[in-house]
């Protein structure tokens, strides 16, 4: 035999082995589900959905708070789920193309083997992209990397073991007959009609295959039995593989309704498996019981999700929890009359005399502070990495005043993550001064606040919000549904002690006090764009320009007292947690929340309209300037940002068709934050004026030891990110910042640390 005729019966060869036969009809005839291997190959490298952190529910797993063994062990099983919904999925629709495959014993085992080149290639190529994670990311040793992929690995098999077990189980049990009868293919079948377009016999042609003892058989040798004969015994393997089915569903419903009890919610990255697992079942039904009527099937369902959405029966808006929702006719009128005249010129004039009061209270508290500048705090958001850049500043700056910066502090405001840790820091203290907590720089508390939030997010999403958003739950007497929002708020009272697990009116003493400083949590209504302010203080003197005093016919209202607002609704009942919530509300991520008006006001992240809080502090300081000018020498305005002002960003080539075609539609999503950085300079730049020179600026910013590894924007921090972001408060910028801020406080003898955290 000549080279090239030993090449020519190689390749040959090759492709006559069934295992690349199924391979190539997957590409060939279903690129649908081929979808799924796509969309979560891509999540792992970071490809898909890195702005929200996607791939590390599935690089750094987490179970009760954790990446370990047993978080590794849960997405192993989660995983070996997923390979064998795509096994039953593709072996229900392709059985008939393998018939001969019914003359061999355990045929859905033998099918399993041959279909296993394209999960076994995942597995290898998971594994790698794994362990450099976990070594270069999460600092782990070999040891721990080792005992972290022998958890996977084991989760895979005990999956596969009992998986096979069960469908190598005699007829006989009653649980397994049962659900054979309701989910028989057959049965359904029958009903729906069916043309020659459903009957074409696209039989592989494949010449050997892989045994159940892995060894090459010719398909030639398998004993002929007549195709009816070989139709029933793979039918009975269609019962079983899609009772299989059901088990998944129902081991997700399940899931969501525990989700409260952290040891039982597996990890996010494992909930999104077996969501896909049954989608993907979902698809694979849809192909097999409809054929040529699928694309009139899907038709169907989009336009049945429209009418449940439209009629309200399926509602994904979220809930603020603590609101009263049931008050009738006494919910507002959310129109531009009724703003203007909820919000008019004697509201405004007494809300002004209240905040001054407060100030007035503040300011006499401490004799010693009197002659040090009121400080106003802006945090930007930025997920959980502004949670932990903000709360890591304010402790670093509080810690080396000497308690001043919280002392001397006045109000809070900005958006998204960075009110997060603001607000913790804010209630540290506060516990602190009433003898609640003994230190208030305790390391825990920075380690708390960068705890995980994703997972708890991601978990609910895929087990209560898209498979049984209906699962309901009573707070301070009322009842609300669950979903993802409540998860996320329920993971940020357990990541923080039970610090936030406070109302809205709980403050509103200590705050009127001067006690403590005011927080204003910002919101944008998506409606019509304006902000809503929630705080426990009135702030209707925030609510439009002070020229919209001298317009009584059509007063530019641009803000909404949430408070005054919602006066017949409880308002100081709700949650802080779901104000937080609710102020960092990004798209997809977390639910848009519905409040109890009419029409319903739709609320998101305050970064829509202002990420930096620089409008609210700015028309603050604007409104109090005549209490400023006859009682204070200087403001100081410090500025807590998770990027850096003014940055210039790398060039972004018109490379590909795909960047030409979708760069300028999505320009303004990527870089929202400095156009508005741009917009409010020109604010910063008047602002110091109407205090006569009395306004300083601090700016502190998160700077990256290396740009290209900055800390990404979602809800959780790998251990390398952590340990850039403590260290950014080093970098040369912020300690000139940090000295800048001492000598405004009249520390001008303060040393500030330059010492690396470790």
């Known amino acids: 035999m000549s080279r090239r005729e030993k090449i020519y019966k190689t390749v040959r060869d090759v492709y006559g082995f069934l295992p690349v036969q199924l391979l190539f009809l997957h590409f060939r005839k279903y690129q649908l589900l081929l979808i799924f291997w796509v969309v979560l190959i891509a999540t792992i490298t970071g490809h898909f959905a890195s702005t929200f952190g996607a791939s590390m529910l599935f690089l750094s797993p987490e179970y009760l708070g954790e990446i370990n063994f047993i978080s590794m062990l849960l997405l192993g099983g989660a995983t070996a789920i997923f390979i064998m919904a795509w096994n039953i999925t593709t072996f229900i629709i392709n059985s008939h193309r393998v018939p001969f495959m019914g003359a061999t014993r355990h045929a859905f085992l033998k099918y399993c083997i ?134 998944a569903i129902i081991i997700l419903l399940l899931s969501g309704i525990f989700m409260e009890d952290p040891r039982l919610r597996i990890p996010a990255g494992g909930s999104f498996l077996i969501l896909f697992s049954i ?45 009263d929702y049931k008050t009738g006719d006494k919910q507002p009128q959310f129109d531009y009359n009724n703003l203007k005249t909820v919000f008019n010129p004697q509201q405004y004039q007494q809300d002004k005399k209240l905040e001054e009061a407060r100030l007035d209270k503040w300011s006499a508290r401490d004799t010693t502070t009197q002659h040090e500048p009121l400080i106003v705090v802006t945090v930007s958001g930025g997920g959980s990495r502004a949670a932990f850049w903000t709360f890591r500043t304010l402790q670093y700056l509080d810690s ?77 007497g009322y009842s609300y549904t669950k979903d993802r929002g409540f998860a996320m708020e329920q993971e940020l009272i357990r990541n923080t002690e039970g610090m936030l697990d406070k109302k809205i009116g709980d403050y509103r003493e200590r705050e009127a006090a001067g006690q403590m400083p005011a927080l204003i949590i910002s919101n944008t209504v998506v409606n019509d764009g304006r902000k809503l302010l929630v705080s426990a203080q009135p702030v209707g003197y925030l609510t439009q320009p002070a020229y919209a005093l001298q317009d ?128 409010q300079s020109y604010i910063k730049d008047f602002a110091p004026h109407f205090l006569d020179g009395k306004l300083r600026y601090v700016s502190m910013q998160y700077i990256p030891k290396q740009r290209e590894e900055a800390a990404a924007l979602n809800f959780h921090l790998t251990r390398k990110e952590k340990a850039d972001i403590l260290n950014s408060i080093y970098n040369i910028e912020n300690q000139k910042g940090t000295q800048a801020f001492l000598q405004l406080l009249n520390n001008r003898d303060a040393i500030v640390n330059f010492t690396p955290a470790q």
């Open 114 to 247: 041959n279909n296993s080149l394209l999960p076994l290639a995942f597995l290898i190529f998971y594994s790698i992209v794994s362990v450099r994670f976990q070594w270069f990311n999460e600092h782990a040793d070999v040891t721990k990397i080792f005992r972290f992929q022998l958890g996977f690995y084991i989760g895979v098999v005990l999956v596969f073991i009992m998986s096979f077990a069960y469908f190598f189980r005699v007829d006989r049990d009653l649980l397994k007959v049962v659900l054979s009868r309701i989910t028989n293919p057959a049965r359904i079948r029958q009903i729906i009609p069916y043309d020659t377009l459903d009957f074409d016999v696209d039989i592989i042609r494949a010449d050997t295959y892989l045994s159940g003892r892995l060894k090459i058989r010719r398909c030639s040798d398998l004993e002929s039995y007549h195709p009816r004969l070989l139709n029933t015994v793979l039918r009975k393997h269609h019962r079983n593989a899609t009772t299989a089915t059901i088990f």
């Open 279 to 323: 989608i993907m079942g979902i698809v694979g039904a849809m192909k097999y019981f409809l054929r040529s009527w699928e694309i009139l099937g899907w038709l169907l369902i989009v336009l049945l999700l429209g009418w449940l959405a439209k009629e309200r029966i399926f509602d994904l808006r979220s809930i603020a929890y603590g609101m």
């Open 400 to 476: 080396v005043s000497n308690g001043k910066l919280y002392k001397n502090t006045v109000l809070i405001t900005g958006a998204s993550g960075g009110m997060i840790g603001a607000a913790y820091w804010r209630e540290i203290h506060n516990a602190f001064a009433e003898k609640r907590v003994p230190d208030p720089y305790d390391r825990k508390y920075q380690d708390n606040i960068g705890k995980d939030l994703l997972n708890a997010i991601i978990f609910s999403f895929a087990s209560v919000d898209l498979v049984s958003p209906f699962n309901n739950i009573s707070i301070a």
């Open 552 to 679: 009584s016919l059509h007063p530019p209202v641009d803000a909404i007292d949430f408070a005054t607002f919602f006066k017949d609704q409880n308002p100081f009942n709700l949650r802080i947690a779901t104000a937080l919530r609710m102020n960092a509300t990004f798209p997809f991520i977390l639910p848009v929340v519905k409040l109890p008006s009419q029409p319903a006001m739709d609320i998101m992240d305050a970064g829509m309209r202002d990420n930096f809080g620089t409008e609210i502090a700015t028309r603050y300081l604007y409104t109090m300037r005549d209490w400023i000018q006859k009682n204070k020498r200087e403001v100081v305005l410090l500025e807590i940002r998770d990027t850096r002002e003014h940055e210039v960003f790398p060039h972004t080539g018109m490379n590909s068709l795909g960047s030409m075609v979708f760069g300028p539609l999505f320009v303004i999503q990527h870089k929202w934050e400095p156009f508005q950085s741009y917009t």
